[in-house]
Every structure is written in structure tokens, then in C-alpha cells.
């Protein structure tokens, strides 16, 4: 069974404070991280190569830094990284990220299962997986919240909806994306750090690519960005402070005649 | 040939339209009066009610294509792209918007990469740009913490999906009507290598937090899981369903469908009530939106407050008991 997961490097924001005065995020010192959503990819395909064998490879498109997240997800226990890295890259959309991962992805050879994360928590689209199986004409299952069955042939799996799940069975290769409820990720061990630190991880650039360069970085990409604003959060509703029986029954009629006003009630 | 007309996406369940599908189209009906074309309501799926497909036309559509086979019954998506595909080659429209939901989140990437459109998730916000006539998409991003506008100036359609929620459907006008198109569907478009095998319904109607007009969520503040009876109950007094923090769901109090946040769910409801939930900036990302926010939190500090309609500083257990019986006088 071979594996290939896509993941992403994302500025991590778990730490983030945000200016109240001008509602914007602080972002000194923001460190990179992989992808928390795609950390659940990470460990479901390390389970899966654990029960079927097989090997996991970790892919990632971004700047030559983004090998730190390839040796974290090495430690954790995925076996090879490839690094997608040239300046011709850069401002992909979601289009031609998949586009290129794509082209990755055939170089990297005969693939089984591809596991992406839901989405990735910087760009928030969700996109690039269900981009990848259409390219390479792959069975899809998105929001995938469990797998029931590998056989050497196909794939039976859960996926989330907004009524509950769908059981769904794939022939392979297929893809997936896959939600946090489907495993709780592992800590990496000092044993796989070690090893982590020894793999080579090869970097591939345009010149490595069957790619047609009109379609790579912001050339390629369909959409663009007009406008950023840092909308403010501040509301500045009104506070109620209960401090006694008397200050209880206030904030509650308050409550209750503010629901009124607003038709809520 | 030009690429003319706003197309929305309507989404079909167990022969039913979903309310999403109502949302779209005053989205469409918007954009199409701006550019004084046709606004057509695309209805992919099995057997749906008549009475709901004409109310695709009384809720703002000039036109309905409807491509409806037993085969189609369930959401395939390979089999749904190859459809959608089909319809665009043949009619060219120049705007097409799907719900953000699973299926048009999983659906509309799938297009978008064949035929080498722009396709921007998850918009809170459309418009029309005056010079160009192109779609301005504005959507939330970085967990809520930056709008960000975005066009695709060059390809065609430019495609969107919207946030559920985040318009109201127009008001019912029976006067209205319109063209209802069947287009038989051609076999060849049939994929069959996905087998839906089961549905498994969420079991408990709260599941559904996205299409819900209030939501009632719990955090760690709750201190157990018998406590989150408090908020079934205040939901339901209200027609609610309960949401939860991430903490609350790691916790096993509540379960991941009912998670809001970066990690979880977004949602756009009419009142969002954050009861014992901080305000980090993750939850923050997925309830931000919501028309108005109501905390209850005994830290007056909390950063929930700041984004508040309506806070109260005080304990969720003297609070919570109190709002719900004086509520139940109220809704008598
Ligand atoms: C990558 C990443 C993704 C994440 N995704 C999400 C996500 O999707 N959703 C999410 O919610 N979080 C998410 N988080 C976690 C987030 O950072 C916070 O840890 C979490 O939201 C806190 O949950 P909470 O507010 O319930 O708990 P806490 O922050 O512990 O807040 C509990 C609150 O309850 C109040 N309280 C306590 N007792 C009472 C009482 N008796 N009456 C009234 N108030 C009381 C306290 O004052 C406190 O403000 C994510 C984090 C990371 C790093
Ligand atoms: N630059 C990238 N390199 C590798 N994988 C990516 C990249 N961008 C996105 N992905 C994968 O696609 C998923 C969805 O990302 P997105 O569409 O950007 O929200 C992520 O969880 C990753 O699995």
C-alpha cells in the first residue's frame, strides 16, 4: 500500500493575540507549523500502512524552509518526503497548487491511497484535495470520519455530512480527505526524530516537472486577491455584571427583553 | 460563444431541497438583476417534489434546469461533475455559486480544476465590480482574522461557494414564473466506480448546527457533560440546537459534528449563544458571523465579550436555570 499525503505548512495561530484597538492578529514571531488539520492525514495514513504495510510519503509544495514540516511528519513515522520548492511556484492559488502536486505526484510513481487534510487553516478552502482526484481522475471521499475496510482493491469509509455520515466504498487508487474526528495524531519519538534527521528529501523543482509553465504560480492561478481587510471584532454590546440575586434577575430581563427587540423571541 | 447568466447550484435530499438551495438564489437573483441576466436554479439529483421545484421560481429563479435520473439519486461526485460539466459546455454561464456545504465544497473544486476556472470557498460576501462586470468574492480567512476580496478576471465561469446561511431566501411570491428545463441525463456521463453502500443518520437532531437559526454551544465553562442538558434544553426552548467549544468536545461532552471553530463547524446563525467558552481566536473563526452573538462567562476579561451583542458576567449556573424558566413564560 503506498501512500502519498499532501500537507501544508501554515503559520501557527493557536498562540495569536489579537489588537482589540485594531482588530488585527498579532503576528510577531508567528512560527510555521504543519497544518493541524492535516496532522489527522498524517497518523490515519500511518495506521493504515501500519495494519496493511506499505509506505507513507509526505509531499508539500512551499519554500525551502517548509522541509522542517516534511521531518516532523517523518518523525511522527511517515517513511519518505519530497519537497516541491522554485521560485516559479510561488502565488499559486488553489488551482495550480494542485496542478503541480499533481505533476508531484506522478513522478513519485505508483500510488494507492492519497490522504489530504480537510483544509489547510491559513487559505481555509478546502479545495486542493477534491483538485487533486479530479486531475488524476481519482474515486473521491471527502470529510472522511472513519475507515471500516482496506482491502488490496478498495477502501470502505465514513464521511461526514450535514445529516450525519454516508458509508462509501472506493476501488483503489482513490483519495480521501479526511476530518479531526478520524484519529488522534501521535507525538513523534525521539527514535523517529534521529531518523527523521538522517533522510534524504529530495527537492523537486520546474526543471524536475512535466509542467507547462504557464500554468505554475500566480501566472497559472485563475484567481486573484483584490483586497485584504482586517475586519474588526470588537461589537460592544452591553455587559450585565451579576454580583447578587437582585443583579441575576436583572441581567435575565435584560436578556429576555433584548431577545424580544431582536425577534428572537 | 459569450458566457451569459448567474447559475446557482440547489441541493436535493431524500427528494427534498434543502434550504441552502432557497439561500442561493437571492444571492443570484442580486448579481443577475446587476447584470440584467437570466438567473437559473440547477438541480442535479434524483426524484425531487414538484411544488419544490416551482418554488425555485417563486423564491427568484427565471429559469430551473433540472437533470433528474433514479441514478442520481445520491450525491456521486464523480458522476455529479461530469453532469455540471456537461450543462456548462452546452450553456456557458458566467457565474456559478454552490452552498459551502460537504457537497458543494467536494463538487465545485472537482469542476473547477477540469475545465481551469477560479473558484473561491466559502464567501460571506458578492458583488459585481463596476468597470469590469467581474464577481468580487469576499470571504473570511485565516481563521476569521482577515476578509480577503478575490476575482478571476480572466476564466470562465467564475465560481464560488457560499457560506449556508449567510443570506436570507426572498419571500415566497407565487405570481413568479419561469422556464423549468428538463435535461434527460445521458448514461455515458454515469460513474459508477463510488458505491454509496449506507446512510447513517446523526441519531440526534442537533447534529445540524449548520442550518440552524440559533445555536446554543457550551465550553469547557460547562464542567461536565450532564450540564450540557442545561443547553438542550434552552435550545430547545427556542427551536435551537447545541454547538460546543473544542474543549467541550475533547471532553466527550459534546460530539465533533457540533464543534465550532477553525477545526469544526462554521456558522452564520441568527444568535449564537457562547455559554462557558472563552472566545479563543479558533472559535472566534467559526461563529464570528453569526447576525447576533449573546456570552455568558464568569470572566468579565473573557475575549468573548468583545465580539457580544449581549453579555452577562455572571455564573452559567445561576443564569442558565433562570433564563430557562423565564424563557418558558415567555414562549408559552
Ligand atoms: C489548530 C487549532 C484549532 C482549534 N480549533 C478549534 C475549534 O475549531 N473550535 C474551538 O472551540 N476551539 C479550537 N481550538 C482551541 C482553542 O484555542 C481553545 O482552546 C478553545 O476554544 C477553548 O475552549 P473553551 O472556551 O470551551 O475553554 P476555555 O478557554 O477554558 O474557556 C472556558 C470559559 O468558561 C468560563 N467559565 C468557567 N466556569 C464558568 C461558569 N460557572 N459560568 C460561566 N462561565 C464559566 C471561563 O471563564 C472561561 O472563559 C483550536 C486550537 C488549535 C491550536
Ligand atoms: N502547498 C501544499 N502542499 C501540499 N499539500 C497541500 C498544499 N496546499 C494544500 N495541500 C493539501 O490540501 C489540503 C487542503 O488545503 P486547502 O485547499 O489549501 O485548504 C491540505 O490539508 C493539504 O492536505
Known sequence: ?265 | MEYKGVWTIAEAHEGDLKAVSFELLSRGRKLADELEEELVSVLIGGKVKEERVKELIQRGADRVILVEDPLLDRFIVETYSKVLIDLIDKKKPEIILSAATVNGRTLMPHVAMRIHAGLTADCTELGIEETTRNLLQTRPAIGGNILATIKSPDSRPQMATVRPKSSRPLELDESREGVVERIEFSRDLYDDRVKHLETISGGEEDINIQESDIVVSGGKGMKKIDNFKMLSDLAHAMGGVVGASRDAVDRGWARYPQQVGLSGKTVTPNVYFAIGISGAIQHLAGMKTAETIIAINTDEDATIFQVSDFGIVGDLFDVLPLLTQKLAKEVK
Not at chain 1, 477502501?155 to 483503489?172: A, D, S, W
Not at chain 1, 483586497?227 to 441575576?248: A, F, M, Q
Not at chain 1, 436578556?255 to 431582536?262: D, G, P, R, Y
Open chain 1, 1 to 265: 500500500m503506498n501512500i502519498i499525503v499532501p500537507i501544508k505548512q501554515v503559520p501557527e495561530t493557536s498562540n495569536v493575540k489579537m489588537d482589540t484597538e485594531t482588530g488585527t492578529m498579532m503576528r510577531d514571531g508567528v512560527e510555521s507549523i504543519i497544518n493541524p488539520l492535516d496532522l489527522y492525514a498524517i497518523e490515519i495514513a500511518i495506521q493504515v500502512k501500519e495494519s496493511h504495510g506499505g509506505r507513507v510519503t509526505v509531499v508539500t509544495m512551499g519554500p525551502p524552509s517548509a522541509d522542517k514540516a516534511l521531518r516532523e511528519a517523518l518523525a511522527m513515522g511517515c517513511d519518505d518526503g519530497v519537497l516541491i520548492s522554485d521560485r516559479k511556484f510561488a502565488g499559486a492559488d488553489t488551482w495550480s497548487t494542485a496542478y503541480v502536486l499533481v505533476k508531484a505526484i506522478e513522478k513519485i510513481g505508483a500510488v494507492d491511497l492519497i490522504i489530504a487534510g480537510e483544509r489547510a487553516t491559513d487559505g481555509d478552502t478546502g479545495q486542493v484535495g477534491p483538485n487533486i482526484a479530479s486531475a488524476m481522475d481519482l474515486p473521491l471521499a471527502t470529510y472522511v470520519s472513519r475507515i471500516d475496510a482496506v482491502t488490496g482493491t478498495s477502501i470502505t469509509v465514513e464521511r461526514m455530512t450535514e445529516e450525519g455520515y454516508e458509508k462509501l466504498r472506493l476501488p483503489l487508487p482513490a483519495l480521501l480527505t479526511v476530518v479531526k474526528e478520524i484519529s488522534y495524531p501521535r507525538l513523534p519519538t525521539l527514535r523517529g526524530k534521529q531518523r527523521a534527521r538522517k533522510t534524504d528529501i529530495p527537492t523537486y523543482s520546474v526543471a524536475d516537472l512535466d509542467v507547462v509553465e504557464n500554468h505554475l504560480g500566480l501566472t497559472g492561478s485563475p484567481t486573484r486577491v483584490v483586497k485584504i481587510e482586517t475586519p474588526k471584532v470588537t461589537r460592544g454590546g452591553k455587559i450585565y455584571k451579576v454580583v447578587d440575586d437582585h443583579s441575576l434577575e436583572e441581567a435575565v430581563d435584560g436578556l429576555i427583553e433584548f431577545m424580544k427587540k431582536k425577534e428572537i423571541i
